[in-house]
């Protein structure tokens, strides 16, 4: 039998009293925590809406007077760990629909007498930001930067990771700004500015390739009939833009690593620790006095307005 999902709104209002912690006795576990390096996985949701009566027919505490709504309401829901959510379904004789009702009332009045609307807020703005950092970690495919900084330095944007970084952008600028935290999220904020401009910059002269998978430079210099009489002009044009592009994706990188020192800073000590800092990989030499002689470039600090317009 298909499940029936839970309204938005009635697992707000349950996380919300059960200030996204177990509801047993002597329990209490924090229900919120990602994994530690930001890899999303089953394993980062610890919480679960356990259904005090039964949702389905043969489950712990079934009442088939129930409708199918009404089983999925907040109501009829409480908030547990799931090594509780498992205790309570397999002995329903123990965990009786009164008894649930009655943990569920207690813990919800103990959240009202202990816990304050700062330490509720604060609960949420951690949830927050530990997703903000799975959106950045997946959507620059931070664990493979040095091979998407040299595809990018070579002027190659696949279309997955350029909606995924135009994505993050705008979830930035829709999102309600967490009271918390302000390094932190002024360092996300940051990345999304840099990521816009520098998006918004490489599609001035970028096209997808033939089989739509990634967008390539667009050489228009070359593409304005057999004879271009402004083809010094165009070429001029478009070196300076090649080169604007390049001091734009060293300030994303730059800004990538003010990042994970707020992520280390702020949630997570070994975020990105052992691998080091975020670098320009130039694979081919393409920036290198020395043809085909790889390096990696470490920004230092941002360029500015003038030294990006130069």
Known sequence: MTKKRIPDKDQNILWGKAAALCSMPNCKEKLIYEANDAIPS?????????????????SARYDSSFTDDEKCRYPNLILLCRNHHKIVDDDPITWTVEKLHEIKSAHEKWVE????KDDIAEIRNEKWFSRRVVEITNSF?????DIISNQLLNGTVSKKLNDDLYDFYINIFRSNIP?????????????????????????????????TTCYM???FYRNR????????K??????????????????????????????????????????GKFVVYDGLGFMS???????YNLPKAFYSEKELSD
Not at 113 to 116: A, L
Not at 249 to 274: G, K, M, P, W
Not at 289 to 295: A, E, I, K
């Open 42 to 58: 089953s394993a980062t949701k610890i919480g679960e809406n356990c259904h005090i009566v039964g949702e389905n027919k043969g």
């Open 141 to 145: 495919n931070l664990y493979n930067w």
């Open 289 to 295: 006095q020395v043809p085909l002689s790889p390096q």
């Open 217 to 219: 430079k667009d050489r």
């Open 179 to 211: 009271t918390s935290k302000k390094s932190l999220y002024d360092s996300i904020y940051d990345l999304a500015v840099r990521t816009y401009e520098f998006l918004q910059t490489y599609h001035m002269h970028s096209m997808l390739n033939n089989n």
């Open 113 to 116: 007498e202990n816990i304050s």
């Open 225 to 232: 009939g057999v004879f271009n009489p402004n083809y010094d």
């Open 234 to 275: 165009d070429l001029h044009e478009f070196n300076k833009w090649e080169e604007k592009t390049i001091k734009l994706l060293f300030n994303i990188t730059h800004a990538l690593n003010i990042f994970a020192e707020q992520v280390r800073e702020n949630l997570d000590s070994e975020y990105f620790f052992d691998e």
